[in-house]
């Protein structure tokens, strides 16, 4: 028996063979079991020849994104002037908060006795507080300046907390802003 | 044509740069493919791939729609590969290629072929493994062939290949790849049998 050869066998599973040469494969086919054998190992190698199992690396759109349309990068200065309106909007609040708050004359207020005993506590515990930072900031600089009053230690208390505050908030958002962008 | 490959190329010629990442995403890890199995290492492909993107981009006001985006963009990939592979001095894009073989089966036909689970992952491995041992000239057309699932004058188109070579590779290949498998699968029955 002549066998199919396999170029012919390789047509018939591709699907492209003529209508001759199909019809001939067919009847072949019928008949051969070892032609058989070869039809279906070549379609089985076909369909796993099809599988892709390669994949870039996960930021590679974002590499080539960068290299052919660079995001507009914001330049130093109007980082920093964008951040200085922040920076005074962010000291104004915690400024007014904080006098609020250490100024006990401003908790005169009048209400039930269970808000009152709060505030209270809440006080006590923010006095403590208060010590207990001014005591750790006495000792820090101390040995950097005079003795200060204690509205300018106060002060200078609440600009660096505002101003981490500032930087910990201005970096989350921008990194929130850069991530939806992309 | 790819009608979603059109309409993002117009959004990128009219000025929206930032829509080609879809095309990016669309096509990378096809060619991806074509790249590593040109260049059989990870990381060269990676580059030869950003490269061709790159390429592409800044080529695309001059697309001309004469072929699909795809078969433009993967000769440029080819092109990129085979620059990479010459810079390398391996460059054997143009082999002595015979013709196109009407012989019957390899001399593994007239071995008892063992009963082949084809399902199994393990033969799928080994497919992807042989393809990969080929050399890149027929790697490369069988992966158009088959991953960006070209017709023979994509291929020419692709490769610049006169279209009698491009049969001849993937018939060869196709042949060479059967032939590695098969001894594979031999060997694994028989380490089966020992054991
Ligand atoms: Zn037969």
Redesign the pocket.
């Known amino acids: 028996?002549t066998?199919?050869t396999m170029s012919q066998i390789l047509h018939f599973v591709d699907g492209a063979a003529d209508y001759a040469t199909q019809a001939q494969c067919t009847n072949?086919l019928a008949v051969?079991e070892?032609?058989r054998k070869e039809v279906e190992i070549q379609k089985n190698l076909s369909k796993s020849a099809r599988k892709n199992p390669y994949a870039t690396s996960l930021r590679f759109t974002e590499r080539v994104m960068t290299r052919v349309a660079p995001q507009p990068g914001f330049s130093w200065t109007t980082k920093i002037l964008n951040n200085v309106a922040n920076v005074f909007a962010m000291m104004l609040v915690l400024g007014v908060l904080g006098y609020a708050i250490s100024s006990t004359s401003s908790f005169k207020l009048e209400g039930s006795p269970e808000f009152s005993s709060l505030s209270k506590s809440f006080t006590d515990s923010y006095t403590k507080l208060k010590e207990s930072v001014q005591q750790r900031t006495n000792d820090l600089t101390v040995k950097v300046q005079p003795v200060s009053s204690s509205r300018s230690q106060r002060f200078v208390i609440f600009a660096l907390f505002a101003l981490i505050t500032l930087g910990v908030v201005d970096r989350f958002l921008l990194r929130q802003l850069t991530k939806t962008k992309l | 044509m790819n009608d979603l490959d059109f309409q993002v190329i117009q959004k990128v010629l009219a000025g929206e740069k930032r829509a080609y990442a879809q095309l990016v995403d669309r096509h990378k890890d096809k060619a991806m493919a074509l790249a590593v199995r040109m260049l059989k290492n990870h990381q060269d492909a990676e580059e030869a791939l950003q490269d061709a993107f790159i390429r592409a981009f800044n080529a695309l006001p001059r697309f001309e729609w004469k072929s699909s985006f795809s078969t433009w963009f993967y000769r440029i990939v080819y092109n990129v590969c085979a620059t990479a592979l010459s810079k390398k001095g391996s460059a054997q894009l143009l082999s002595l290629d015979g013709e196109e073989g009407n012989e019957t089966f390899g001399l593994l036909s007239d071995i008892e072929l063992p009963d082949i689970e084809f399902e199994l992952d393990e033969f799928r491995q080994i497919v992807q493994e042989e393809i990969n041992k080929l050399p890149h000239t027929y790697a490369s057309v069988l992966t158009l062939f088959f991953i960006q699932e070209m017709s023979y004058e994509e291929i020419v188109e692709t490769s610049e290949l006169p279209l009698g070579t491009v049969k001849n590779r993937l018939f060869r290949a196709r042949t060479m790849l059967r032939d590695a498998v098969l001894k594979r699968l031999i060997e694994v029955v028989r380490k089966e049998k020992v054991a």
């Open positions: 028996m066998h199919l072949h051969c070892r032609c």
